[in-house]
């Protein structure tokens, strides 16, 4: 019986030193696991923080970006604004010439005149010229009483030009769109719808009688944001009207206005400028020998234009445009007494 306690004793005291190293090995797996976790958990962080820094040195360049971008922008629009003035520095020049040509031929003709004006004749026409003036009083007294108390309950409305809030103020051109054409206003100069048909740019008789009206208010300063811009006043039977205007204008993209107002409205506008409807009258009918000459450079792409003066149902190609005004219409969204046009105004 001895024996075998002792047997068993040495058995118990020699398992101690295995127990021992395991538990030692299983505390150092334990140790360097922990070591191992931590290590992974400070890497994924380093990770999160490197990719959170990367999303923000992207946001930052797209934003630079951006900015980049709409300076161009702005850089573009001022560069296309210059040369539109350019372009009507250089028509005004060619009138000028123009018209100190034609002072030479009146001084030849005078000149070679043999025979001096008979002076009846003279007498007469300055009695013409006077009884004219005399009516144009008249008419203008009658317009004035008119418009001060017009005949009859229907209200008289007027379209002035918006004061912005950052001081500037741009005049408005007004282009009247019925169903015979747009009509420059208060000049009362017609342009047809054959005139507002291709080629477009800027040579087209619209966008030229736009130019006329827009040199005689040019600002003194040269200030851009001053300058005059086109204000479309849009009836109901004129929508085709606009939407065909809207393409002989397409380098106004960001230069125009619009209001919408009813058939029947009367409106009043400002006075005209004195001798500006010749100026008018001289630019569209440089721009129809303009669009006539390019046409017959190019007879494949215009021979629509050239046989009968193009076809008659072209008006709908600008179904689109027609459509977005007649849902203004319908939602009521027409202001007849608005300062700058409802649309896109440019402010």
């Given amino acids: 019986m001895k024996r075998r306690r002792k047997q068993r004793d040495n058995f118990v005291q020699s ?16 140790l360097l696991l922990m070591l191992i976790v931590n290590q992974a958990q400070a890497t994924a962080k380093q990770m999160a923080a490197d990719k959170k820094t990367e999303i923000e040195d992207a946001e930052s360049n797209l934003e ?9 922008l702005d850089e573009r629009r001022l560069e296309l604004e210059r040369k539109r003035l350019t372009l009507q520095h250089l028509e005004k020049h060619i009138k000028e010439l123009m018209e100190e040509l034609e002072g030479i031929q009146r001084t030849a003709v005078l000149l070679g005149q043999k025979q001096t004006q008979d002076k009846t004749a003279e007498a007469e026409t300055e009695r013409k010229i006077s009884q004219l003036e005399k009516q144009l009083t008249d008419a203008n007294i009658d317009l004035k009483k008119k418009l001060e ?11 002035i030009p918006y004061q912005g809030t950052n001081g500037t103020h ?3 051109i007004y282009l009247e769109c019925t169903s015979k054409g747009v009509t420059i206003q208060p000049e009362g100069v017609l342009i047809g719808l054959a005139d507002l048909r291709p080629p477009y740019g800027p040579g087209n008789p619209l966008d030229a009688a736009i130019r006329a009206v827009r040199s005689r208010f040019a600002p003194a300063n040269g200030a851009l944001t001053s300058t005059a811009y086109p204000l479309l006043i849009v009836r109901p039977s004129g929508v085709r009207t606009y939407a065909m205007a809207r393409q002989a204008m397409s380098g106004w993209d960001d230069q125009f206005g619009y209001e919408l ?14 001798g500006i409807v010749p100026e008018i009258e001289q630019a569209l009918v440089l721009a129809r020998e303009r669009q006539a000459a390019l046409v017959m450079a190019m007879p494949a792409k215009y021979r629509q234009y050239i046989t009968q003066g193009g076809p008659a149902s072209e008006a709908l190609e600008f179904s689109d445009d027609a459509s977005d005004l007649g849902d203004e219409w319908a939602g009521g969204s027409s202001n007849s007494s608005g300062g ?4 896109s105004s440019p402010g």
């Fill in 15 to 30: 398992l101690f030193p295995f127990l021992a190293v395991l538990l030692s090995t299983m505390g150092a797996l334990v």
């Fill in 64 to 72: 630079l970006l951006r900015n980049s971008f709409e300076e161009q």
């Fill in 149 to 159: 108390k017009p005949a009859g309950n229907k209200p008289i409305f007027a379209i």
């Fill in 170 to 172: 741009r005049r408005p």
């Fill in 261 to 274: 107002i009813d058939e029947a409205l009367e409106l009043t506008y400002p006075e005209s400028e004195p």
């Fill in 340 to 343: 700058g046009g409802s649309g």
